[in-house]
């Protein structure tokens, strides 16, 4: 060991723990911890569904999965660049919020202006200029992107509100109708395939590519990186304009899907898209996880929401649910050595 | 008595304690001297509860012994002085003198804070020390800090009515100047007549055998000799310490200066760097490192040797580009880099290894290739992306095989790095430059916490790239190394370049020279 470790040799870690008297309950979770960790949530997917299917059957019915898939769309898109800054060490809070603004820009611009096609391409442009402003938030001015986002999320919702005029835009004459209620493959909504394609796509980006190559090590550790000459801060504000754009098709999916743009649209998404990529297994602290990782979250997520739906459990009852699995998943999958290193 | 038995400690893959045996006795100092990663800071780290050992045991005057925290070592009288201050830079130094023992000036729920400050002021004066203890520790430069941490583990006891059975002194003396360190020394010493047993770990022998009474050798882990300062020098510690007298077969000196050539790859003209650091704030024309001039020539191992606080390091992550540098010209492979940057210094063919392998030149969670190829991402003849930004995958596992073979390196291409030996890691971040066939490589501490084996096998290498076509600077605070390896050593003294020492294979100069220049 170096001899300048003294106090910064954290005192408690899980493997320390273990050696303790009474702590028959820390090997477990030092257990669960080094083998458990990607594969919890594949084994609480078909436990929840073969419950949710005890309880009700039409849960596993074709217009129910119709349904879910159509829920899940819009979340799997706008979490899937937030994954690539929560896997580089830092985290975006504005997806939602990027969102809803992209869906009423898109919305006012097609009803108001008459845009059409170009409003709804505008919005994937509209959402990276938006992660441009988180980036040159966090990188440039060299703030947490924490409190960033959570700023952004702030801003960007008031913006949303004047454009709206705090009331919902509704919009007749949708371009690209086929991609909102059409099915390319039989009762498999355009909208999700969507995003399953972009998943294929950020998959690709995120193993094969020398900018996913370079997130991980960025989230991993920072200072390798930069020592190695990884120009890190060009790395960094391509993941926060990658998950602008991501979140800004998002909202233009949600607003195919609904045909108006309304000032709560992102709401349910900030936490939503956390909670996904969390309980997929994507270390907050970052250089662990992935894409894989985070549509099997938006699947738990989603088929959690929906049976509990389905099985006429009550709305309150739901929101204590969903937090109890946030916490449970980060239980499992968080490294405890690295909390320190939390939101960089 | 202090007992410690058999104490064993692992870190991955590294065995930082192996079976360690020694007391510690009242009323004696005890000398725990080694190289860098010969395990003695983690021994002061079980001792004091902030890691616990693997196996073993200890034993406080004939009781089990078995601290938890920090805090526990306290409350039985163990105390510690830390290499590098332990404190909290944004609370005032008196907050800092009575971390975590605040019950102690607390009536029922109300601390009062003017005790606090008056007894802090006392004890602080009486050491010595006159500065205000109402101001933030960030104020206070790091002799200050480092005297502090010293008060809190020999004076805050009594205060606060705690045991103090032993002190354990870890270098205490490593960043202070020649002048503080009489006073430093005294006060050790007067630990001792008092009765109370300290454990003093330091580098600098001259120190060792002039407080300690016994003195305890580790090397890589093991106890390798137990002896008093009446039986043994300095020669015979050294020698114990690193296993070997320096000799010139280890640094394969027979190959120095073979490669050596005229051209010169790396110059350096009045380079100075401001410290910003914020408890510097009070002296703000503190320089880090200032007018530092010197040419590397291809070929050339060049040695640069200094006191921590030297400046040393923070001359080489400048030069890297890692650190922003004030003034002064930079010419790599005969074009003039102006404005420094890690990204444009590796793309005009340099190299940095910096000395925390930990945190700073390996990535621990990923695997052995994922790091050899990590600096190689442009699209050039060392790069592993095609058009478009996509991986090579394929060329980044045969290139991994040809390093693990060139390098003998002991590790699998798809093994986690923390699974791989700290020889082996070494490899493995030299293999990632030396594959980019730097002009310039820059290594800080390139074989702490490396075996002897991987030691001489990591030379071997250093000789190879220099006489192919590399000049290579190293930046050590193992002097034999330095000596053994460089061509000239360069000394720096308080940021300042003191004395060029030239160390060809011939002339090498002597231990001892080299420490007087660099104290």
């Known amino acids: 060991m170096a001899d300048n470790e003294t106090l910064d040799t954290e005192p408690s870690s899980a493997g320390e723990d273990a050696t303790r008297p009474a702590a028959v309950m820390l090997d477990v979770m030092e257990f669960i911890q080094r083998w458990g960790r990607p594969l919890v949530p594949v084994l609480v997917l078909p436990v929840l569904i073969g419950l949710f299917t005890a309880f009700e059957s039409r849960f596993i019915s074709i217009t129910n999965l119709n349904v879910m898939l159509t829920q899940a769309g819009p979340l799997l898109m706008i979490s899937l660049g937030a994954t690539l800054v929560v896997l580089m060490g830092s985290i975006d809070l504005s997806v939602g919020a990027i969102a809803a603004l992209s869906a009423a820009a898109a919305a006012v611009l097609i009803s108001d202006h008459g845009l059409g096609t170009a409003g709804f391409i505008l919005t994937i442009f509209i959402g990276m200029a938006l992660g441009g402003v988180n980036a040159f938030c966090s990188i440039l001015l060299r703030l947490p992107s924490f409190i960033v986002t959570l700023g952004t999320l702030s801003i960007f919702t008031g913006i949303t509100l004047h454009i709206l005029s705090g009331r919902a835009v509704f919009v007749d004459e949708l371009p690209f109708e086929w991609l909102a209620r059409g099915e390319l493959i039989p009762d498999v909504p355009n909208t999700f395939l969507a995003a399953i394609i972009v998943w294929v796509l950020l998959v690709f980006i995120n193993r094969y590519t020398r900018f996913g190559r370079y997130l991980v090590a960025i989230g991993a550790g920072e200072p390798v990186a930069g020592l190695s000459g990884v120009p890190v801060r060009r790395y960094k504000t391509m993941a926060f304009v990658v998950s602008g754009a991501t979140a800004g098709f998002g909202g233009a999916i949600l607003l195919l899907q609904l045909g108006s743009a309304t000032p709560s649209l992102g709401n349910q998404y900030l936490l939503d898209s956390i909670a996904a990529i969390v309980i997929g297994g994507t270390a907050l602290t970052g250089g662990v996880g992935g894409m894989p990782r985070t549509l099997l979250g938006v699947a738990l997520l989603t088929v959690l929401s929906n049976g509990l739906n389905v099985t006429g459990v009550s709305i309150f009852t739901q929101d204590i649910l969903r937090g109890l699995v946030v916490i449970l998943a980060v239980l499992v999958t968080i490294d405890r050595g690295r909390m320190q290193n939390l939101v960089k | ?519």
């Open chain 2, 1 to 519: 008595m202090l007992r410690i038995e058999g104490v064993t400690k692992r870190y991955d893959a590294q065995l930082a304690l192996d079976n360690v045996t020694l007391s510690i006795e009242p009323g004696k100092v005890t000398g725990l001297v080694g190289e860098n990663g010969a395990g003695k800071s983690t021994l002061l780290n079980i001792v004091c509860g902030i890691t616990r050992p693997d196996r073993g045991a200890m034993q406080l005057n004939g009781e089990r012994f078995d601290p938890h925290s920090y805090k526990a070592a306290n409350t039985l009288g163990i105390w510690r002085v830390f290499q590098e201050p332990a404190l909290i830079a944004g609370i005032p130094l008196y907050e800092n003198l009575f971390l975590g023992h605040e019950i102690a000036f607390t009536n029922r729920g109300i601390l009062s804070r003017t005790r606090m400050i008056r007894e802090a002021q006392r004890v602080v004066d009486e050491f010595g020390i006159h500065v205000d203890v109402t101001r933030l520790t960030s104020e206070f430069n790091y002799s200050i800090r480092q005297a502090a941490e010293a008060v809190k583990a020999t004076a805050v006891p009594d205060v606060l009515g705690l045991p103090r059975t032993f002190v354990l002194f870890d270098e205490p003396t490593a960043a202070l100047s020649h002048e503080e360190v009489p006073h430093l020394l005294g006060l050790v010493t007067e630990l001792a007549t008092r009765g109370l047993g300290v454990a003093f770990v330091s580098h600098r022998l001259k120190e060792v055998l002039e407080v300690c009474q016994d003195i305890v050798v580790l090397k890589d882990g093991e106890k390798v000799a137990q002896t008093t300062a009446t039986d043994t020098d300095e020669a015979t510690l050294h020698e114990f310490m690193v296993g070997r007298v320096r000799h010139a077969d280890f640094h394969a000196e027979d190959r120095q200066g073979s490669g050596l050539r005229e051209r010169i790859v790396l110059s350096v003209r009045s380079a100075s760097c401001r410290d910003r650091a914020q408890y510097n704030r009070a002296d703000a024309q503190k320089f880090l490192f200032r007018d530092v001039t010197f040419d590397l020539r291809q070929g050339e191992i060049l040695g640069i040797a200094g006191l921590l606080g030297s400046g040393k390091s923070s001359l080489a992550r400048s030069l890297a580009g890692a650190d922003r540098m004030d003034e002064g010209q930079v010419t790599l492979l005969d074009t003039a880099v102006p404005r420094a940057s890690t990204v444009r210094m590796k793309r005009k063919g340099l190299g940095y290894l910096s000395p925390d392998r930990h945190t700073d030149s390996l990535i621990q969670t990923d695997s052995v290739r994922f790091n050899l190829s990590l600096p190689s991402g442009d699209r050039d003849e060392y790069g592993f992306v095609h058009w478009g930004g996509i991986w090579k995958n394929r060329l980044e596992r045969s290139e991994t095989e040809v390093a693990i073979r060139k390098f003998d390196i002991r590790a699998t291409d798809g093994q986690k790095i923390s699974q791989v030996s700290g020889g082996n890691q070494q490899k493995v971040a030299l293999a990632k430059w030396i594959r980019r066939e730097p002009g310039v490589l820059i290594l800080e501490n390139p074989t702490a916490g490396v075996d002897v084996g991987a030691k001489g096998e990591i030379y071997g290498i250093l000789r190879d790239l220099a006489e192919t076509h590399a000049g290579i600077i190293i930046v050590s605070d193992d002097l034999p190394e330095l000596i053994g390896l460089s061509d000239r050593i360069l000394v720096m003294r308080s940021g300042r370049l003191v004395e060029t020492i030239d160390a060809s294979r011939d002339n090498k100069p002597d231990e001892a020279y080299v420490i007087g220049l660099m104290t």
